[in-house]
């Protein structure tokens, strides 16, 4: 018996990682007015960023349903194999309570949930540690509690680039974006089971630099963690972020990840940051 991993795609899991561990991903849905679409399965990030920037509303999303998750969960059961799911904060989604209803509603001790109490990567980053720990044959059990453990030392911090979605989201009043957008503000926000705005600064540069003093003053020793570059459709903000990371500081493994649709859909394009976990990991 084997213990397969399943994820949703508000992970923004590469398809590369999701292949080398075997790892199942639960697609929700991103809705342009009547067009609905598989996020990562029937849009790709290039299509989604493309209709974003014409769209005149702003897209919704749509969680996985409790049914989608019985046949996810049924076809790993009945290969003889245990899950662990793994999915985004349940502040953000009811992802994770659809997931919860298909293991009451199949009723089997081998399906084990987890919520991540975050998003992109940060589930990804999870499911990696677990898979890594299903092939070293530890149990579900050692496996759920090093992913509590994680859960609790997960470390984000993101630069917002533009404040357009936060206005049409209705985040952020539209006389609030314009003197923003005037002033080039960046929100600088985390992710702790919900987004949460640190500070706002003006203009990317002064952004990356927020990042790196909070690494350094918080004192995180990257010298052998993995850490997770993210950006929405920018991959030379995240590479610059990615530079200026690896010049200040010793780390581990970088590994890159493009925010997806569903996450886009609220951080908006030129999006980016970085996210790891603070504790050692066996």
Request: glycine content about 8%; charged content about 25%; overall charge negative.
């Amino acid at each position: 018996m084997a213990i397969r991993i399943v994820t949703d795609s508000t992970s923004d899991m590469p398809k590369e990682i999701a292949k080398k561990y075997n790892i199942k991903i639960a697609p929700l849905r991103v809705n342009f007015g009547e067009e609905s679409f598989l996020d990562g399965v029937e849009l790709t990030n290039e299509e989604f960023y493309k209709k974003l920037a014409t769209a005149k509303e702003l897209p919704t999303t749509s969680q996985v349903n409790p049914g989608e998750f019985v046949d996810i969960f049924n076809e790993i059961l009945d290969e003889g194999d245990e899950v662990i799911g793994i999915f985004i904060s349940s502040d953000l989604s009811g992802t994770y309570s659809s997931a919860k209803i298909a293991q009451d509603m199949i009723k089997s001790d081998k399906i084990h949930i987890l919520d991540s109490r975050g998003v992109t990567a940060m589930t990804t980053l999870m499911s990696i540690e677990a898979a890594k720990m299903a092939e070293k044959g530890k149990s579900a059990a050692e496996i759920m509690e090093l992913l509590k453990k994680m859960v609790e030392n997960m470390k984000t911090m993101f630069i917002i680039d533009t404040l357009e979605y936060l206005v049409k989201g209705g985040r952020l009043s539209a006389v609030q974006g314009a003197i923003g957008g005037l002033l080039n503000v960046k929100p600088i926000i985390q992710v702790n089971g919900v987004v949460e705005t640190v500070t706002k600064v003006r203009g990317r540069a002064k952004g990356i630099k927020y990042i790196m003093d909070w690494l350094y003053s918080s004192q995180f020793d990257l010298s052998n963690k993995t850490v997770f570059i993210v950006n929405s459709n920018d991959q030379a903000f995240g590479d610059k972020i990615k530079t200026v990371l690896l010049e200040n500081f010793k780390v581990g493994e970088i590994l890159e990840a493009p925010i997806g649709a569903v996450v886009g859909t609220h951080a908006g394009p030129g999006c980016a940051g970085l996210l790891f976990c603070d504790m050692d990991i066996q």
